[in-house]
């Protein structure tokens, strides 16, 4: 049994039975549910009581991202003003120095529409140093924060005037090489005007993961050179489906959700074939991650490589969704449960408005993300900044050593492992039964690309050991603070954790602190981890003293 659900240029289909419950009569209960809760209204009217009374007074300044569509094309004018004066100026490379909400969506936007936009979301010496090395002269650095205080945005600033005055770049031509995007009355605004750096303000009623079309996401987008009219034209074309109780894919793609999560199929894989919008799977893992997994509840979006793609499986947990395409047209033995089209614009307006929807389903605040502090705390902590020391970053012996690679955990976790396949095998039987693995590489995701291959290679060698899929997520740090971070921590207690630290070659100083780009991401990984380790989370941690021979040297006994 399938079911198709179309409006404003997106498709939802969602498919049935394939040995599991009935998905489309799943889906239809919670449907009806919603619908007869006058639900599709009271979203769109911006009734902030959707998700209980806790709720209520944070959604009331939350739910500015309904009206983006239209609300977003004020800012046209200043965007015209702005790539003006840039190409004016000879600045036609664009970096993006900003972290989750404030980074994915503009990536995306950049990716689709074919522009080229250098992103910063990492403190990683490595990939700064590129990133500061390649045509500085022709470089326009956008800071995007919506809190103005976030702690790397402020060092790629602080590093950034550095590398400008060194090149003998200053007064007007500096100031035109930074665009700053944050909420009013925010300590970046106030730098950015102290500083005499152009200034958009975002809408302080959109939260950062439901900002793509906000400021967040257009400003970068139009200096890179896309069309975001044509963005903001997409969206629109949904929006009159959004207060419909049927034929309204977004309501439709929010039941599945829900209902997915309440069966026990709380494990969202997400395969794009051929949607044509890279890093759209990324986008969504954050969106769904933070806004759904707090309170022992919520969605973990699993990204991989395709629907070929070792962790693609059909399993009792999970529930599969492909970008770009119907699930019924993979071929023989891959039908998903769940497919999506439609243009980027449309596509974005769909799935914050679906998780939403699946947030009122799971009874919890999509607007908060309650963990994610205690690791910025624990960052501070060992930074000691306030003091204006140096990093109190405690390194404890490593529990084994082989070539390049150290291992770092508790020999309760080990059970005994006297090498590094042993090591391996013990992290992949850490998940219990219907949990997960997450990878978490504190590395340079360019530099170090092929550590992104970990995440296959250990879905494929879990299912081989455990004799079920076992589902691996993998991300970047410390972008993953932002992104599935509040999800580890706040959802379900059922998740296993390896993070892989890196060797720094040639460290890169954040002046006016007492710290380096090198030490900051590595306060930032290890205040993470106490956080899952007071927890009581499976945590690992391998450091590559050379990263290129450590990342090597795992895929050998991967692939072994």
């Not at 209960?29 to 998700?51: C, F, K, N, Y």
């Not at 070929?308 to 999970?318: H, L, N, R």
């Amino acid at each position: 049994m399938t079911s198709v659900v179309t409006a404003g240029g997106v498709s939802v289909t969602i498919r049935g039975a394939y040995g599991l419950a009935d998905l489309v009569d799943e889906t239809e209960t919670v449907l009806d549910r919603l619908v007869s809760d006058g639900v599709p209204g009271s979203l769109t009217s911006r009734h902030a009581g959707l998700w209980g009374p806790d709720a209520a007074r944070a959604a009331t300044r939350r739910l500015g991202w309904l009206g983006l569509p239209e609300s977003s094309r004020a800012l046209l004018g200043r965007l015209a003003e702005l790539v003006g004066e840039a190409r004016g100026a000879g600045l036609d490379r664009i970096v993006l120095a900003g972290m989750g909400g404030s980074s994915l969506a503009a990536e995306v936007i950049a990716g689709a529409g074919g522009a080229e936009l250098t992103v910063l979301d990492t403190i990683d010496p490595h990939q700064v140093a590129d990133v500061l090395a390649d045509r500085l002269d022709r470089t326009l650095v956008v800071l995007s924060s919506k809190s103005g205080a976030t702690v790397e945005t402020d060092a790629h600033r602080r590093v950034f005037e550095q590398a400008f005055a060194e090149a003998g770049i200053g007064g007007a031509d500096l100031r035109r090489r930074f665009v700053v995007v944050t909420d009013p009355g925010s300590p970046l605004e106030a730098v950015a005007n102290a500083a005499g750096y152009r200034l958009v303000l975002a809408d302080p009623d959109v939260g950062g993961r439901y900002g793509a079309l906000s400021a967040s996401g257009l400003v970068p987008g139009a200096l890179a050179g896309v069309d975001v009219v044509r963005l903001l034209d997409e969206a629109a074309a949904l929006v009159p489906a959004l207060q419909q109780p049927y034929d309204n894919p977004a309501l439709a793609l929010g039941a599945v959700l829900g209902s997915s999560a309440l069966g026990g199929h709380d494990k969202l894989v997400i395969a794009d074939n051929g949607s044509g919008l890279p890093g759209l799977s990324g986008w969504i893992e954050h969106l769904v991650a933070e806004s759904t997994g707090k309170d022992g509840r919520g969605l973990l979006p699993v990204v991989v490589e395709s629907v070929d793609a070792p962790g693609f499986e059909v399993t009792g947990d999970t529930r599969r969704v492909v970008l770009g395409s119907r699930p019924d047209e993979l071929g023989a033995g891959r039908d998903a449960g769940l497919g999506v089209t439609g243009p980027l614009g449309a596509q974005f307006l769909l799935w914050e408005y679906a998780t939403a929807i699946a947030c009122r389903v799971l009874g919890v605040d999509p607007f908060d993300e309650p963990d994610v502090q205690e690791s910025e705390d624990n960052t501070a902590a060992l930074l000691r900044a306030e003091e204006g020391l140096a990093p109190t970053v405690v390194r404890t012996a490593p529990a084994l050593v082989e070539g390049a690679v150290e291992v770092h955990a508790g020999e309760e976790l080990l059970k005994g492992a006297k090498d590094l396949a042993g090591v391996l095998e013990a992290i992949l039987t850490a998940a219990p039964d219907r949990g997960y693995l997450a990878v978490m590489a504190y590395l340079d995701r360019f530099g170090d690309a092929s550590a992104a291959g970990f995440r296959s290679l250990l879905a494929e060698r879990g299912a081989g050991l455990r004799k079920r899929a076992v589902p691996v997520t993998f991300g970047w740090g410390p972008q993953v603070l932002h992104t599935t971070g509040q999800y580890h921590k706040g959802g379900p207690q059922n998740g296993a954790f390896l993070q892989i630290t890196g060797g720094v070659r040639e460290d890169v100083a954040v002046p006016d602190r007492p710290y380096t780009l090198g030490q900051l991401q590595l306060a930032q990984a290890f205040g993470d981890l106490r956080v899952l380790r007071s927890l009581g989370r499976p945590t690992f941690r391998i450091h590559l003293r050379d990263r290129d021979e450590g990342i090597a040297q795992l895929t050998k006994v991967l692939t072994g």
